[in-house]
């Protein structure tokens, strides 16, 4: 059973950082895709960025571009997502997602097989 976990999320003020994982179980995360997707109170879930299996593409969404980095370490199954200089506007609930792979499709979260619980991120002073 394919099952992913998010952790990492918290409060932090304006411009902090924080680091979020994505750990899976029952895939071997080097052969699928992982994105990161976004969820604001009364919002839709937005796509944040996607990094792809063994061809290297990563994506980032224009409002995280030069702040979010997104990393995989195929040996621990995880997914990484480095967040620095949040800005009030990154709160949300974050959740990671898994496919074959990233195209230029990768915000839409239709595509998309498995997923997991969500982390909350809130930043505010």
């Known amino acids: 059973q394919v099952q992913l976990v998010e952790s990492g999320g918290g409060l932090v003020q304006p411009g902090g950082s924080l680091r979020l994982s994505c750990a899976a179980s029952?895939?071997?995360?080097?052969?699928?895709?992982i994105a990161w997707f976004r969820q604001a109170p009364g919002k839709e879930r937005d796509g944040v960025s996607c990094i792809s299996s063994t061809d290297g593409y990563i994506y980032y969404a224009d409002s995280v571009k030069g702040r979010f980095t997104i990393s995989r370490d195929n040996t621990k199954n995880t997914v990484y997502l480095q967040m620095n200089s949040l800005k009030p506007e990154d709160t949300a609930v974050y959740y990671c997602?898994?496919?074959?792979?990233?195209?230029?499709?990768?915000?839409?979260?239709?595509?998309?097989?498995?997923w997991g619980q969500g982390t909350q991120v809130t930043v505010s002073s």
């Open positions: 997602a898994t496919d074959f792979t990233c195209g230029a499709s990768w915000s839409d979260d239709t595509e998309y097989d498995y």
């Open positions: 029952g895939l071997t995360l080097s052969y699928h895709a």
